[in-house]
Structures are given as structure tokens and as C-alpha cells.
């Protein structure tokens, strides 16, 4: 028969009369329930093993977080102070430009009053060479009647010769003598006013050729003053092209959503040092420029393990 479990639990200490087949299937139950405990042990240790072994994993990774988060920190605030003295330094840098812009501007109206000097005296001189052309022209004239003049006194004079040959012959030639030697008279008076006009013309002729040569001393003067600022004008340009690609250099990297890039990251050429093991000084041996009397030198890397400078 099978077991009363119901009278086992009412009276557990009378005996029940069990086959032998019960027994068997009981006994096979309940090894195999040990087996499944023994089994669920062994798996229950494994489990702790592994969560002993997670738990000191993630105690390691905590750390490690840890240290990162203040390393993070160290480099946001050395970040920080770049940037800060970045800021400051393209300010000061600026402020030089600035001023530079401002003497270039200054230069440059310089230059525009002295083309516009140049202009002006190119017109003068325009001018001084037309009036000079109109006074050769008229030198010309005045030599041209001068010569015709001559030429008539050289004929009255042949006349007079011829009268004064004639005079014996015939009395009534001397009116014709005092005739002509009216007309030599006059002549002669408008000989000696074109000679007058003559040296007159030359005169003005002389002081216009004086002011040419002025005007053409004061044109280089001009010119030279003129190439002197360009030249100026230029190294001031180059200087503040210098100036920016420096800023530019100076420009600290920029931090994107995963941290900093691998290739923007300086490293050590002698030991591969990385991060905040390397530091930015200044190097007083490089100057930048002055701002006032103050000089500005420029930015060299030092690593602190192994103390190399780059």
C-alpha cells in the first residue's frame, strides 16, 4: 500500500505498513533531490565566485573613474588657465595691432597728401611749361623781326653809301639822305626795344627754368618721402601677419563631445609622456614683441617625468 501521508502528520509515531516499490521510488526521488541540491550549490558558488570577482571589478573600475574624474578635472582647470592666458595674451596682442592699424592709417593719409602735393606740383610745372613754350615762341618772333630789321638797316646803310657816292653828282639827294637817315633812326629805336624785349623775355625765361629745377628737387623729395612710408607701410603689414599667425599658434584645442582628440594631444619626444605630465612655460630666450617696455616672449613645452624641453 502507499504511504497516508495525512496519518503520518496526525500520528508520526505509529508505524505504517509501505510497500517496498513506494520505498524505492522515494528514495530515488529524494537523491535526485539531493543531486539538484548538490548541483544548485556548486552553482550557487560559482555564482559568488564571479560576483566576488565582479564586485572587486568594479571596485577597480570605480577607482579608476575616480582617478580619471580628477585627472579630467586637473586638465579642465590647467585648460582653463590656458585659455585665460590666451585671452589675455590676444588682448595685449590686440591692442598692438591696434596701434599698428593706426599709424598705418596715419601713414596712409600721409601718403595721400603727398600724391595730392605731387599732383599739384606736377600741375604747377604743367603750367610753368606752357608759359615757357609761349615765352620761347615769342623769343622766337622777337629774334626773327630783330634779324629782319638788320637786314633792312644793312640795305638803308647800302642806300646811304650809294646816296652820299651820288651826293656830289646831284644836291637834291641830301633830302633823300635825311630821309633815310630818319628811317635808320627809327629803326635803330626799334632794334634797341626788341633787344629789351629780348633780354626781358630771357630773364623771365631764367627764373622759369630756376622754378623747374625747384619743383623737379621738390618731386624726388616727394617721391622718396613717398617710397620711404610704402616701404614702412609694408613692414607693418608683415609684422601684424606675424603677430596673427603666433595668436594662431597660441590657440588652445578644442574639446569635443568624447574628450580630447589623440592627434591634438602634446607628447613627450623623449619619454611619450602625455596630458598633464607635460607643462607650457615661457621660454626668455624667444621675444615676441614689447607691449610698452614689457616683453612678451613665446610658450615651450617641458615634461615633468623626464624634464625635457620642446
Not at 200 to 212: H, I, M, P, V
Not at 283 to 306: E, F, W
Request: charged share 35%.
Amino acid at each position: 500500500m502507499s504511504i497516508d501521508w495525512q496519518k503520518a502528520e496526525e500520528k508520526p509515531e505509529k508505524k505504517q505498513s509501505v510497500e517496498g516499490r513506494f520505498l524505492l521510488d522515494l528514495r530515488a526521488k529524494v537523491n535526485d533531490l539531493e543531486k539538484q541540491l548538490s548541483e544548485t550549490k556548486s552553482e550557487l558558488s560559482q555564482v559568488q565566485e564571479k560576483l566576488k570577482t565582479t564586485t572587486l571589478n568594479l571596485e577597480n573600475t570605480v577607482s579608476e573613474l575616480n582617478s580619471t574624474k580628477t585627472t579630467l578635472e586637473s586638465t579642465k582647470n590647467e585648460l582653463e588657465q590656458a585659455k585665460a592666458e590666451v585671452e589675455k595674451t590676444k588682448a595685449e596682442y590686440q591692442a598692438i595691432v591696434d596701434s599698428k592699424e593706426q599709424k598705418i592709417n596715419e601713414m596712409n593719409s600721409e601718403v595721400a597728401q603727398l600724391k595730392t602735393d605731387l599732383d599739384n606740383s606736377n600741375s604747377k610745372i604743367s603750367e610753368l611749361e606752357s608759359k615757357l613754350s609761349t615765352k620761347e615762341e615769342e623769343i622766337s618772333k622777337s629774334q626773327e623781326m630783330i634779324s629782319s630789321l638788320n637786314n633792312e638797316l644793312e640795305s638803308a646803310k647800302s642806300r646811304i653809301s650809294e646816296l652820299e657816292t651820288a651826293l656830289s653828282e646831284s644836291q637834291g639827294i641830301a633830302s633823300q639822305v635825311q630821309s633815310l637817315t630818319s628811317e635808320i633812326q627809327e629803326l635803330n629805336g626799334k632794334i634797341n626795344q626788341l633787344q629789351d624785349e629780348n633780354n626781358r623775355l630771357n630773364s623771365q625765361l631764367n627764373e622759369l627754368n630756376d622754378q623747374l629745377l625747384q619743383k623737379d628737387s621738390k618731386i624726388e623729395e616727394l617721391t622718396k618721402n613717398i617710397e620711404e612710408k610704402e616701404k614702412l607701410i609694408e613692414a607693418q603689414s608683415k609684422h601684424i601677419e606675424e603677430i596673427e599667425t603666433e595668436l594662431n599658434e597660441l590657440k588652445p584645442p578644442e574639446i569635443g563631445a568624447g574628450g580630447f582628440a589623440s592627434e591634438e594631444r602634446i607628447t613627450c619626444p623623449m619619454c611619450g609622456a602625455v596630458g598633464h605630465d607635460i607643462k607650457q612655460i615661457e621660454d626668455k630666450t624667444k621675444v615676441l614683441s614689447y607691449v610698452g617696455h614689457i616683453p612678451l616672449y613665446a610658450k615651450k613645452n617641458v615634461c615633468k617625468r623626464c624634464g625635457y624641453e620642446f
